[in-house]
Every structure is written in C-alpha cells, then in structure tokens.
C-alpha cells in the first residue's frame, strides 16, 4: 500500500468523511468515531424462529379467505395475484394539464400492484427456504418483470420485499410485492441519469467499473458465486447496507440464463442468511431489484443491481433511524462500510437456527 493510500484508510476509519454514490448522485456522512457512544434510544422487540407453519387467519396462507372475499388455491410453490387494495389502478384518468398550477402540478399514474407468495409455509423466510425453493421465485420474478414490462404505458417494474415488523410489513408470510408504473420512480430514475451520464463521459457501464474497482480493493466483499457479488457499498447509508451485482453487464432477469437464475436464488439464501446469523434474529430489511426501465428502449447504461436496506445497528433491538440531520442535511452513518462488510464476511453461511 502506497503512502496515499495509508494515510486515506486511516483517515476513513478514524475522522468524520463523506463519501459520494455515483450511482445515486449525493454524498454519505460517515462519523466512525462515533460508534463508542452509549445508546439510551428505542430498543425494539426481536424476532425469533416462527413454527406456525399455517396460520388460519393469515391473508397468504394456502386456501384462506383475503380482504375483499377472495380466496387462495391449495398453491405448493409460489402464488401470484393482484393486490386486494392496491395503490396503483390500470385505468387511472389522465390530468388535463391546462386545470393544473405550474407550481402545483400532479399527472395521472397507471399501474397495478401485485403480490408474489414465496411458498406455502408460514414460517418460512428466503434464509430458510432450500435454494430449489428459491428457484421458482426468480422464475416468477423474471416471468412477472417480462408480463409488465410488457404492457403498454408500464415504464419501469419494482420488484421488493419489505421484512419484518420493524419495516412496517403487516404480515410475516413469506411474499414480496411488485409495482408497475406508467413513470420512472424517483430512485430509478436518479440511477438512469447516473448511469446514462456515466457511460457518455467514460464510455463504460458505471456499475461493471465500480465492481471492477471493489474486486480489486476486495474490502467490502461478502460473499460471491459465479454469477453475482454481495458487497457493503463504500457509499453505504444503511448499517448492514448490501449492493447485489451481476459479475456480468446484464440489464434485466429476462437476460438470464438458467445458471444466472440459480446462481441468483444462491446468493439471496447466502446473504439473508449472513444477515439472520448476524444477531441471530430474522433480520429485517427493504430489499429489491432494479431493472432496466420497461420503456421499450435498449438501455446499455443500465446494469441489474439489487440493494439490501436493513434498519439494524449494533443488536437485534437496536436500529438506525433516519431523522434530524438525515431528515434536513443528508445521511450519516457511524460503523464503516469496511466494518460492516468485515463482521458479515465472518459469519457461517449454516443458519443459526439449523
Ligand atoms: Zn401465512
Ligand atoms: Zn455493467
Ligand atoms: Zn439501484
């Protein structure tokens, strides 16, 4: 290591830095000397191992009735279908621009919502799920992402799963949910700017360099197989934040063959379970993908990533809130992202449970 480098990776784990995301376009308190302070803040109730395995009055369990009258088949794998009170409608009406104020401006957004059952099992989440059971739910992501993106006027399609009670997730059934949208969602559509920005300067993909360049560095690596990286990003806002990237530039799942599938369900069973195994608790997070915009449009710039957003801090009831300086200036964080990537990269990748 070059006397350059020294000094900066004793200034980044000792003093106050920021750090920029290029793909996101904005800039990271990191404070690691903070981590020492005491913590006399919310602490939160943990989550064990469940063992029901069929709760009658679960919404996603196989044949209960949901919301609304209807009922679930005797589904054995996974189960997809529209979301009972779902907060996009294909046939919103459009908003004459002329009865808008320019300053007060609002347009009509079509799409539908769904819901995807991981699998029958109650008390099942992706760390306990074989990766065989894992499988069928990528297909079922890749085939829901082709159907939508598909359709006409659907822009982009979100596929995310929100876990736990600490998320606000209203029901432990394993299951995520999937948006279509007529426009690009915000988040997205900063990254398209990024990346499209990215690839006219340096004629590059954005994402393949800022692999390339934790390959080499390989201090925020977790865990990898042939087709996919997990790694705590050097931007990171999020404690146990992970970046999942495909090892090659493939913009969406309807680009992958049947290994890149399996090799996917691989690392989503690995890293979850690094995550339960790591407070030994079902580890809560936001999780999903982002694909190339469904627009019609070949998108080079874009790069399929996945990001991992879990609340938890330093214990299974202690998390990270985002207010007060992070609500008004810009987000913080005290463990580095070399830290948190280190304590994940220890752990077994055999549940605790097991
Ligand atoms: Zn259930
Ligand atoms: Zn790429
Ligand atoms: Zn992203």
Redesign the pocket.
């Known amino acids: 290591m070059d006397e350059q480098s020294k000094s900066l990776d004793v200034i980044s784990r000792k003093f106050p830095h920021r750090r920029f995301d290029p793909l996101r376009g904005r800039w990271v308190l990191v404070s690691p000397h903070r981590t020492q302070r005491p913590w006399q803040g919310e602490v939160s109730k943990t989550e064990g191992v469940s063992a029901v395995r069929y709760d009658p009055t679960c919404y996603l369990c196989p044949g209960n009735e949901r919301a609304g009258g209807k009922h679930n088949p005797s589904y054995s794998s996974v189960f997809v279908f529209d979301n009972d009170y779902a907060a996009l409608l294909p046939d919103s009406p459009e908003i004459p621009a002329e009865k808008t104020h320019p300053l007060l401006r609002a347009e009509g957004e079509r799409g539908l919502c769904r819901v995807l059952c991981f699998h029958p099992d109650h008390s099942l989440t992706l760390a306990r799920m074989e990766v065989s059971e894992i499988l069928p739910v990528v297909d079922a992501w890749a085939a829901q992402w082709s159907e939508l993106g598909g359709r006409p006027g659907i822009g982009h399609v979100q596929i995310f799963e929100n876990r736990g009670a600490m998320m606000g997730a209203s029901n432990p059934h394993p299951h995520c949910q999937i948006w279509a949208t007529e426009h690009l969602p915000d988040e997205p559509a900063a990254e398209f700017d990024n990346q499209r920005q990215y690839l006219l300067q340096h004629g590059?993909?954005?994402?393949?360099?800022v692999?390339q360049a934790e390959l080499d560095c390989n201090e925020r690596i977790v865990c990898q197989n042939e087709d996919f990286v997990a790694l705590v990003p050097f931007w990171a806002v999020w404690p146990f934040e992970i970046l999942l990237?495909?090892n090659?530039?493939?913009?969406a799942m309807d680009q992958f063959g049947p290994a890149q599938r399996r090799n996917l369900a691989d690392i989503l069973k690995r890293v979850t379970t690094r995550y339960d195994n790591l407070f030994q608790t079902r580890f809560p997070y936001t999780m999903g993908f982002h694909q190339r915009p469904t627009d019609g449009g070949a998108h080079p710039e874009?790069?399929?990533h996945g990001h991992f957003y879990p609340p938890l801090l330093r214990s299974a009831t202690v998390r990270k809130f985002m207010v007060g300086f992070e609500m008004l200036g810009m987000p913080q964080r005290d463990i580095t992202p070399e830290g948190a990537a280190e304590q994940l990269r220890r752990l077994q990748e055999q549940h605790y449970a097991e």
């Not at 590059?204 to 360099?209: F, G, V």
């Not at 090659?248 to 913009?251: F, G, P, T």
């Open positions: 590059r993909c954005l994402l393949c360099d692999l990237l495909s090659k530039h493939l913009s874009w790069h399929f």
